[in-house]
């Protein structure tokens, strides 16, 4: 599975941005599909996956403010990140494993893109 993101940009604090994940190669049915991202300086830290059926999962730090969803049609799944704040910098990146188990863990998946920057400015 090769994967493509896209949609990052800079942003004033307070503001919103669409990352998309395109996926190719295969379909990705039955695959949990995930956004991750990495702060300079940092690991690789979990934001949200999608399950095929939909179920979602999110950190506790985006939670109320990032939604993931799904298009299977299109083999795309999307990050919605309203209400950005400057922690929320990172390069990030979509990544994809096969169901089940869920997780949270970048090791579990087996598949990921090029990270798209996002910056939030104070």
């Known amino acids: 599975v090769q994967l493509q993101a896209s949609g990052g940009g800079s942003v004033q604090d307070g503001g919103s941005l669409r990352l998309s994940c395109a996926a190719s190669?295969?379909?990705?049915?039955?695959?949990?599909m995930g956004w991750f991202r990495q702060a300079p300086g940092k690991d690789h830290e979990f934001v949200a996956s999608?399950?095929?059926?939909?179920?979602?999962y999110y950190a506790d730090s985006v939670k109320g403010r990032f939604t993931i969803s799904r298009d299977s049609a299109r083999n795309t799944v999307y990050l919605q990140m309203n209400s950005l704040k400057p922690q929320d910098t990172a390069v990030y990146f979509c990544?994809?494993?096969?169901?089940?188990?869920?997780?949270?863990?970048?090791?579990?998946?087996?598949?990921w893109g090029r990270g798209t920057l996002v910056t939030v400015s104070s």
């Open positions: 999608i399950t095929w059926s939909g179920s979602t």
């Open positions: 190669g295969r379909t990705v049915s039955n695959y949990l």
């Open positions: 990544a994809v494993k096969r169901e089940p188990p869920i997780s949270y863990a970048k090791t579990s998946y087996n598949s």
